[in-house]
């Protein structure tokens, strides 16, 4: 029921509030990287880009790969060009099926990380 919650919380844009049962799920079971996920969107949406926030997309992308996109913003923001750049060609790669208009604007995205 916390997930949820949680994920309802997040599908409105309320991360600050997505946070504390996104924890609390997390710690439950901290190798689901559903749960990482979860925790690691609800930290981002708040502009955290912290070494936790990084830690958990990183996990989190392990099972979802999209997870590698929020990971690429989250570098971004810490001016890591080169590692943004890296999720954003990772996800390319193991998302074959990217739509070729969404595949064109994260192959922009990447250009403009250089």
Known sequence: ??????ASYKALGRYDEAEAPARQVFASNTANGRHAYLLGMSLAG????????????????????HARLALARVLALNGDRNAARAQLAQHLE?????????????EQWMKSLR
Do not use: W
């Not at 029921?1 to 949680?6: E, F, H, I, K, Q």
């Not at 708040?46 to 790969?65: C, F, N, S, V, Y």
């Open 46 to 65: 708040q502009g955290r880009a912290d070494r936790e926030t990084r830690t958990l997309l990183q996990d989190a992308a392990e099972t979802i790969p």
């Open 1 to 6: 029921m916390l997930s949820n919650l949680s």
């Open 94 to 106: 193991a998302a074959p099926s990217v739509p070729p208009q969404k595949r064109g604007q994260l």
